[in-house]
């Protein structure tokens, strides 16, 4: 596609239920990414993938996170038995390759509120 | 391990004046730096990106940085300032061998005073 697309742009959820979040990066694109935006905060680091593979999970804050991607494509990432303290936008982005030279492209965000 | 430290949480100035945004880093391998732009309620955009080749990068919308190692810092700088320029401005950082992963500064808040 033309840009990075996520779905749903806003999901508000009841605490403890779980939550999938939806990642279409851009066609070709082979690494993939995804960060996390609290308010007021900076983008934190949860997970990149290269290809289906996921050589650097180290961000996820807890097991009630997990990602994954299918088909060198879409990705989606999963949090179980929300918490509060999960509220932020989450955002993906992917590029050509995963060197460090290479610019990510971002999507508009996944906006989660959980009450 | 790589890091960014953005200096000032907020800057505001004044409509036609110089902007100035500072950004330190630090990094084990030779690193690849970028400024992006988030504007409200939309997302994040790239505004320019050093990756070793000259030190002053320019950018969109008139934005330049310098690359500066021995000072480890990379500002961003822009001669007048213009309203659309409100902004949220993130300094980032990639380095080798991190699979393209970006390690994120915690913003500075441009405002743009008519």
């Known amino acids: 596609g033309a840009g990075v697309s996520q779905s749903p742009s806003n999901k508000v959820t009841e605490k403890g239920k779980d939550v999938e979040l939806r990642c279409d990066p851009i066609?070709?694109?082979?690494?993939l990414y995804w960060y996390r935006q609290s308010l007021g905060q900076g983008l934190e680091f949860l997970i990149y993938?290269?290809?289906?593979?996921?050589?650097?999970k180290s961000g996820l804050p807890s097991d009630r996170f997990s990602a994954e991607r299918t088909g060198g494509s879409v990705s989606t990432l999963t949090i179980q038995r929300t918490q509060q303290e999960d509220s932020a936008v989450y955002l993906c982005a992917s590029s050509l390759i995963g060197i460090g030279a290479n610019v990510l492209t971002f999507g508009a965000g996944s906006r989660l509120t959980v009450l | 391990a790589q890091s960014v430290t953005q200096l000032d949480s907020h800057v505001s100035v004044s409509e036609g004046t110089p902007v100035l945004l500072r950004c330190n880093y630090s990094s084990s391998y030779s690193p690849s730096l970028f400024w992006y732009v988030q504007h409200p309620n939309k997302g994040l955009q790239l505004l320019l990106k050093y990756t070793s080749a000259a030190t002053l990068v320019k950018g969109i919308n008139g934005f330049e940085a310098e690359f500066k190692k021995s000072e480890t810092s990379f500002h961003l700088t822009k001669p007048s300032a213009h309203m659309s320029d409100a902004a949220e401005y993130f300094c980032v950082v990639s380095g080798e061998n991190q699979g393209g992963k970006l390690i994120f500064g915690q913003g500075t808040e441009l405002s743009v005073k008519p």
């Open positions: 066609s070709g694109h082979t690494a």
């Open positions: 993938f290269q290809g289906n593979s996921a050589p650097d």
